[in-house]
């Protein structure tokens, strides 16, 4: 079983505040460990005060729930009531954020952890999350919800 060391989640934060800066943008990064527990919180200079416990909650979201927060959309919508509860839970340390800027860190087939930006505009978020594990080598496909091990499908196939 793989985890993910205290070096290995400032490497993703150093290389996450590197590519912020380079498109303007103070944001802060969080990475959690797969039970969704912080190993590291960082806000820079010029980052907006709630930044840092929005990007942790995206982090925790996405480690605990085993997808990145992208996916989570159209579940959250479909099951608004289900959603609202889940932050209810007597074992949820932090709100669920189905949203951009929340990836599951996966490495050679097992999630690890996960990632969480805040502070840039929605898809900004998303694009330095993902171009960061992505440079690091980390995994960003993930298997549909109820298929073990396949991602899930670009366009809808037809049974010949």
């Known amino acids: 079983m793989s985890s993910l060391t205290l070096d290995a989640a400032e490497e993703i934060i150093d290389a996450a505040h590197k590519r912020a800066q380079s498109i303007g943008k103070a944001v802060s990064v969080a990475v ?12 820079p200079d010029g980052a ?20 990145p927060g992208k996916m989570l959309k159209k579940w959250q919508e479909s099951q608004p009531v289900f959603f609202s509860q889940l932050s ?21 087939g097992e999630i690890i952890g996960g990632l969480g930006i805040a502070g840039g505009t929605a898809d900004e978020d998303q694009q330095i999350a993902e171009e960061v594990l992505a440079s690091l080598g980390y995994e960003l496909e993930f298997a549909a919800w109820g298929v073990a091990g396949k991602p899930a499908p670009s366009s809808p196939g037809k049974d010949a």
Not at 32 to 43: E, H, L
Not at 51 to 59: G, N, Q, S
């Open 32 to 43: 959690v460990d797969a039970g969704g527990f912080p190993i590291a919180i960082r806000r």
């Open 48 to 67: 907006r005060p709630l930044t840092p416990d929005i990007a942790r909650a995206k982090a925790y979201t996405a480690a605990i729930m085993q997808r």
């Open 88 to 108: 209810q839970l007597p074992g949820a340390a932090m709100p669920i954020m189905a949203t951009e800027g929340s990836l599951t860190i996966k490495k050679d």
